[in-house]
């Protein structure tokens, strides 16, 4: 598979790690440094050839449709100031021609898998991306390296993953696979949300890149309340079977909490300055 049509974005959640800052501002339009975390996440999208953006969001979240209006105001106005490089981070922000946004709400935030399958109306025919936003993934874009990886025939589903510190598997879906196989995509026997470290399989846990098989909304119809009393998409995706973990080459950054987003915030500020320079330098 070479791209990827649709991908869901579930922005319904609480963010409660992030409040008071969340209490107004949803968590996925916080800045890195000077971009909002979901702008980061459906440029990555668009980078694996998205031509459909699913997001799931919640009636108390405005500024998530809000940030998707086209500003000609805003625009007539930095070009008449001459503010030629602001006037370009606008309309970067403006989806290309011939790619669909589409807004479905959570009216409850009765967990991940829920969301997910909040947006399958949209899903539209073949496997199915879905990012959140608040894993943050600097360097190659991880949903095109993914897709790049991704083998219909095989796998019925492909997650990012990387290893986390012992203390930490409790937080996370963890993969039981063979971490011996030298292939990026990992075929794994299950998949466990948020396992005791004592009971763990691994230590290799799921962030927020999937790309899933249709198959998976049928299972979500059908999956109950798992970890947390959430519906839980590794629950889903452990019952598809033909569960893959992806080894990608990025950083990823935990958004979702205020140590996480200052780490971001800085390696951000960090390319910015790189290009800035090599931009001076020509
Ligand atoms: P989190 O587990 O980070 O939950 O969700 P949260 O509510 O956003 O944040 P905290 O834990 O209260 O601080 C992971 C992703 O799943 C989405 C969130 O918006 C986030 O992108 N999500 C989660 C939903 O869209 N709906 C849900 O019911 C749960």
């Known amino acids: 598979m070479r791209t990827l049509n649709t991908v869901i ?20 339009l916080l800045p890195v440094y000077d971009t909002p975390l979901l702008q980061f996440a459906i440029d990555e999208a668009l980078a694996a050839g998205a ?12 500024a998530i449709a809000e940030y998707f209006r086209h500003d000609a105001a805003l625009e007539a106005t930095l070009a008449e100031k001459g503010k030629h490089d602001l006037l370009a981070a606008v309309e970067a922000s403006n989806l290309p021609e011939g790619v669909d946004l589409h807004i479905v709400m959570q009216h409850e935030q009765l967990g991940l898998g829920h969301a997910v399958l909040c947006g399958a109306d949209y ?11 608040d894993d943050l993934i600097l ?17 019925n589903s492909l997650v990012a993953a990387q290893q986390v510190a012992p203390q930490h598997v409790s937080r996370y879906g963890i993969f039981d696979c063979d971490e011996s196989v030298r292939d990026d995509a990992l075929p794994c026997a299950r998949f466990v ?3 005791d470290p004592s009971v763990a399989p691994s230590r290799l846990a799921a962030v927020g890149r999937y790309i899933l098989d249709q198959s998976v909304f049928d299972i979500l119809r059908g ?31 935990d958004c979702g909490s205020k140590d996480g987003l200052v780490e971001a915030t800085l390696a951000v500020q960090k390319m910015r300055k790189r290009a800035h320079l090599s931009v001076a330098a020509k």
């Open 9 to 28: 974005f579930p922005v319904a959640g609480l963010g409660t790690r992030m409040l008071p800052a969340t209490k107004v501002m949803p968590k996925e």
């Open 51 to 62: 031509k459909r953006i699913v997001l799931v969001s919640h009636p108390d979240k405005p």
């Open 123 to 133: 899903a539209g025919d073949g496997p199915v991306g879905v990012i959140l936003p």
């Open 139 to 155: 360097g190659a874009p991880c949903l095109a390296e993914m897709t790049a990886a991704y083998d219909p025939e095989t796998m």
């Open 193 to 195: 949300e948020k396992p």
């Open 223 to 253: 999956t109950g309340r798992g970890a947390g009393g959430e519906i839980q998409l590794t629950d889903a995706i452990a019952d598809m079977g033909g569960i893959h973990a992806f080894r990608f080459s990025g950083t990823r950054h």
